[in-house]
């Protein structure tokens, strides 16, 4: 995989539970870095329209494990509104099979030609126009959630092409055969029958350990003690 080097830049940190992304974020500024930790007062929308307000009418990738009715009706407000030129969902290949009508309906708003799919759980959004290569990446879902949440953004063109990169490299729709990619396979994936004889005795191991836990917590907090 390539190893990108930027130059050191300074960075924003900021960790607040009440203000919203405005409040948080701000106004933007070229070349821009922060990270923020929050108590998840706000999601990953609240974010794009935050960047957008900064950045002007601008295009948009977003990355996401699945999306909602609602959040799509959200993204498709701000294009028709002309915030958004054009956006791209880059979703899990589950997606089809576990929300079917889920996802029927965010290729009715935004086109099938506007999803592509694989092997994903990363949440990021990529907004960027001539002027701006805005790359927000953290733990948030599209949705907000009310638990601690982790985002960092950059104004950064290296970053952006980075991340469009492998993207623009997945195919188009749900129903298109899958990409693989030098880093597909996870890391210490067995390739040998030793291999994979070590990793089952490694489970029925940890089977038989968490039965004696199991037993053990028994003996010493009894149903009803």
């Known amino acids: 995989m390539p190893v990108m080097t930027r130059d050191a830049r300074e960075r924003m940190v900021c960790a607040d539970g009440q203000r919203n992304a405005d409040g948080m974020i701000g106004k933007l500024w070229p070349g821009c870095a922060m990270t923020g930790l929050t108590k998840g007062q706000f999601s990953q929308i609240?974010?794009?329209?935050?960047?957008l307000d900064s950045t002007g009418p601008a295009h948009l990738i977003v990355s996401t494990w699945t999306m909602s009715p609602g959040d799509a009706e959200r993204?498709?407000?701000?294009?028709?509104?002309?915030?958004?030129?054009?956006?791209?969902?880059?979703a899990d290949r589950s997606f089809p099979r576990c929300k079917p009508e889920y996802c029927a309906y965010v290729q009715q708003l935004f086109g099938a030609a506007s999803v592509r799919a694989?092997?994903?759980?990363?949440?990021f959004a990529l907004i960027w126009n001539d002027a701006w290569s805005v790359v927000v990446r953290g733990s948030m879902n599209l949705n907000a959630n009310?638990?601690?949440e982790q985002f960092d953004l950059d104004d950064s063109p290296e970053?952006?092409?980075?991340?469009?990169?492998?993207v623009e490299a997945q195919p188009v729709g749900f129903d298109a055969p899958m990409v693989e990619h030098e880093f597909a396979k996870p890391l210490g994936e067995p390739t040998t029958a030793a291999e994979r004889r070590?990793?089952?005795a490694k489970k029925d191991r940890?089977?038989?350990?968490?039965?004696a836990v199991t037993a053990k917590n028994a003996a010493h907090f009894p149903a009803g003690g």
Do not use: C, M, Q, Y
């Open 159 to 166: 970053l952006l092409a980075f991340f469009r990169e492998h």
């Open 75 to 90: 993204l498709s407000l701000l294009a028709a509104d002309g915030r958004l030129l054009s956006v791209v969902v880059l």
């Open 198 to 200: 070590g990793i089952k």
């Open 206 to 211: 940890d089977k038989d350990l968490a039965l």
């Open 46 to 51: 609240n974010i794009i329209r935050t960047v």
């Open 118 to 123: 694989t092997k994903t759980h990363s949440k």
């Open 146 to 148: 009310p638990r601690f």
